[in-house]
Every structure is written in structure tokens, then in C-alpha cells.
Nanobody, 123 residues
Framework: QVQLVESGGGLVQAGDSLRLSCAAS????????MGWFRQAPGKERVFVAA????????RYVDSVKGRFTISRDNAKNTVYLQMNDLKPEDTAVYYC????????????????WGQGTQITVSS
């Protein structure tokens, strides 16, 4: 079992930056690809970014490319999502997840999920 806890959310203005953290416990995350998803009010949860086990490969949804960066520190058992130039459309609950796949953008490939952290971006 892997327990995931997100932190770093909050209320920001458009153009601001935030860094989300996802701290894992129970098992080392070095055995898992990690991903970030988000769910806006009234919408389905969607893929944001993913990173493979050693951090050598990443994937992003087109809408965040060039603005968001996913990274990981396996020694700290933590995954990060650096978010720059935030836009109101980035407002959502952000979830961290762990997968035994090499790297994936599909939510059904993820076995463990955090509780989420709210990001609200005002215009």
C-alpha cells in the first residue's frame, strides 16, 4: 500500500506560481510512475502530468505544456508539480497518483490516489 498526501494548494491570482508536493508513505515511490490529475467543479478528473520511475521521462496535457513541470525526489519519496503562469482555467482539485506502469496518462492505470488539494486561480 502507498499513501499519498498532497500539499501546496491555495488561492492565487492569474500569472502566479505554485508548487504542489505529494508525499508518499508505506512504500518507496521509486517503484512507481507518478502522475498528477485535476478535477474542476462539475467536470471529470483529467490527466495533467506524469513522470516515470527515475524521472527521465515526462508527459503533459497540452494545456499545461511550457507552464507546468513534474519532478520527483525518490530519496524524499516526494513528487512535485511546479505550476507557473497560472490561469483561471487551472482552478481544480489536484490529485497525485501512483502507477505500476512505466508511464501513463490514463487514470485507470493508477492504483493509489491522494485526497487532493484545491487550487483556485482568480482573474
Amino acid at each position: 500500500q502507498v499513501q499519498l498526501v498532497e500539499s501546496g494548494g491555495g488561492l492565487v491570482q492569474a500569472g502566479d506560481s505554485l508548487r504542489l508536493s505529494c508525499a508518499a508513505s508505506g512504500r518507496t515511490i521509486s517503484s512507481y510512475a507518478m502522475g498528477w490529475f485535476r478535477q474542476a467543479p462539475g467536470k471529470e478528473r483529467v490527466f495533467v502530468a506524469a513522470i516515470n520511475r527515475n524521472g527521465g521521462a515526462t508527459r503533459y496535457v497540452d494545456s499545461v505544456k511550457g507552464r507546468f513541470t513534474i519532478s520527483r525526489d525518490n530519496a524524499k519519496n516526494t513528487v512535485y508539480l511546479q505550476m507557473n503562469d497560472l490561469k483561471p482555467e487551472d482552478t481544480a482539485v489536484y490529485y497525485c497518483a501512483a502507477s505500476t506502469k512505466i508511464i501513463t496518462s490514463q487514470s485507470y492505470d493508477y492504483d493509489y490516489w491522494g485526497q487532493g488539494t484545491q487550487i483556485t486561480v482568480s482573474s
